[in-house]
């Protein structure tokens, strides 16, 4: 499947029409069902993406960046991509402040993968100075 | 991961709302009520052995421990 867009709309859709039908007499149900279809789409993108990951890394290789970034970048996104998921569901089943306060924690997390990053820029450019000076 | 799970889901609703429908008119409100729990644990049961399968990709694709 070059771009598997139409299914993921037509899936889109029918998940939508059988959460409709349901939500009538069982909305619980329903939200059970929009759960369903928004988990099949993401596991159709991500074996989609899946190959193209494996291309970034290899660049990632080539150009002799420390693989320790490239993985801290992969545990980020990653990191995002659930959190903004978990948001959705929450989101669903009406909880919209415990999804604000999902967020607000995966920004944290993001933030603390990033500080080992922020510490090698120091030391690097730290290096740099003391070799000009 | 293809579409059937969708059609499971939404037969159990509808299975579930015609089940107690029928035992509402025969006047047996407990058991419909049971009936309706055990369709929605059904339900959950398979979203979070999907979100279960799509935290392993996760997981595995993008290597968050």
């Known amino acids: ?133 | 991961m293809d579409i059937s799970v969708i059609f499971r889901l939404a037969a159990i609703g509808i299975i579930v709302t015609v089940v107690c429908q029928i035992l509402k008119k025969s006047d047996r409100d407990d058991i419909s009520t049971v009936i309706s729990i055990v369709g929605l644990v059904i339900a959950l049961t398979i979203a979070v052995t999907m979100i279960g399968d799509l935290f392993d990709v996760i997981r595995e694709l993008f290597g968050v421990t």
């Open chain 1, 1 to 133: 499947m070059s771009t598997p867009i139409f299914q993921l709309i037509g899936i889109a859709f029918l998940t939508a029409a059988a959460a409709l039908l349901v939500k009538g007499t069982k909305p619980e149900l329903a939200a059970v069902i929009t759960i369903a279809g928004g988990i099949i789409l993401l596991l159709i993108v991500l074996e989609a993406f899946q190959g193209s990951l494996k291309v970034l890394s290899e660049i990632a290789q080539m150009t002799g960046l420390d693989s320790v970034l490239i993985r801290t970048l992969l545990k980020m996104v990653g990191i995002g991509y659930i959190v903004e998921f978990s948001a959705g569901i929450l989101h669903d089943f009406g909880q919209g402040s415990l999804a604000d306060k999902l967020i607000f924690c995966g920004k944290i997390l993001i933030l603390i993968l990033a500080i080992p990053i922020l510490e090698n820029i120091l030391t690097l450019v730290n290096d740099l100075l003391r070799l000009i000076s």
